[in-house]
């Protein structure tokens, strides 16, 4: 109905129905109708929004994802490769928290690592590892963009720090830290490829080879839902049978679309604390159209339409009906 509706009666309607969302106690917003009420909402923001793209980050962005990737690797036998891929990685904040978090879970393991970012420039400052502190990065824009503004060791596009979820041991963990300057620490660097590549490039895979572990975060809900569906269909092409894809920060619509055509299996550890584990995103919901809605175990497709992390090929396919077994080892064979 609303595509047959102009764009600014919508926008009108949005801007009336913001002010009667702020006045809502939470326990309305997050009640059975105000929940349909948010989504009836988000969606004609997803329809009516310009989607860009943005540099915006954290380190620790999400700790119950890290929480999960680690407990992939509990069963692993010692020595064990494991090849990873973090795509849209930006400044490197997503790619240094996860090596610190396996490396610190299991030194033991080699893994090696390709980075990769659409944006070559975006790369080499990813690749320095070298930060401002001095509170927040302030720019002109909001947390999901605006034109970044470059200098030797800051990229000036978000109003909060890229620190924020982070306390200070992890900052002595993770950074050398001088003056007003934080650099990663060297054993952080190792076994990483960095390289400017588009996630929708088919011949990714030849490239990189089939992997263990894909990330691709927070990138797809930038893109149109038609692209993002798309390019998701690419993305997944890199794991390889029984490995595992890490993807949150898309349109839910078009994650379970392609999750359920192509037999993905949801796995259900942490399923929650995930969805809810990115505070900006949990935060812009309904009114920013990268807003994530609400857990919610009353939809009849919860299971699939909150999940992130999805086992993935060959193995997932035939056992449709199981929950990964976290020790089993897809990983392992
Ligand atoms: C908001 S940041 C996400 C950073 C990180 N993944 C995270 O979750 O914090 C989005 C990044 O996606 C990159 N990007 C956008 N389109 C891409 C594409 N088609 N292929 C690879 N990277 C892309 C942008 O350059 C940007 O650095």
Request: charged residues 25%; positive net charge; aromatic residues 8%.
């Amino acid at each position: 109905v609303s595509s047959r509706i102009p764009g600014r009666v919508i926008k009108a309607y949005l801007s009336l129905n913001r002010r009667i969302w702020a006045r809502l106690p939470l326990s309305v917003r997050l009640g059975a109708s105000g929940r349909a009420y948010g989504r009836h909402l988000h969606g004609l923001v997803q329809q009516l929004s310009r989607r860009f793209q943005s540099h915006g980050t954290f380190f620790l962005r999400n700790r119950a994802e890290l929480e999960l990737m680690c407990r992939l690797q509990d069963k692993k036998p010692p020595g064990s490769g494991l090849r990873l891929s973090i795509l849209a990685c930006s400044k490197g904040a997503e790619v240094y928290s996860i090596l610190w978090a396996l490396r610190s879970a299991r030194p033991d393991l080699k893994i090696s690592t390709w980075a990769l970012d659409i944006s070559a420039e975006i790369l080499k400052f990813a690749e320095k590892g070298h930060y401002t502190l001095g509170g927040p990065e302030v720019g002109n824009g909001d947390v999901t963009g605006s034109a970044p503004k470059t200098t030797d060791a800051t990229w000036k596009d978000q109003p909060v720090s890229i620190f924020e979820r982070m306390t200070c041991e992890e900052m002595k963990a993770m950074f050398q830290v001088a003056g007003d300057h934080a650099t990663i620490r060297p054993w952080l660097k190792e076994g990483i490829t960095w390289s400017a590549a588009d996630a929708n490039d088919p011949a990714l895979v030849h490239i990189l080879g089939l992997q263990d572990i894909v990330v691709a975060n927070r990138f797809l809900c930038h893109m149109a839902p038609e692209a993002a569906e798309k390019c998701l269909h690419n993305i997944v092409r890199l794991v390889k049978p029984g490995g595992f894809l890490f993807v949150s920060g898309i349109d839910l619509d078009v994650r379970t679309k392609v999750a359920r055509a192509l037999g993905w299996i949801p796995v259900p550890h942490l399923l929650k604390e995930i969805h809810e584990g990115d505070v900006s995103l949990k935060n812009g919901w309904p009114f920013e159209y990268w807003g994530l809605e609400p857990f919610c175990d009353d939809l009849p497709d919860w299971k699939l339409r909150y999940t992130a992390v999805f086992q993935i090929g060959q193995a997932a396919t035939t056992r449709q009906d199981q929950t990964p077994d976290l020790g089993v080892p897809a990983l392992q064979r």
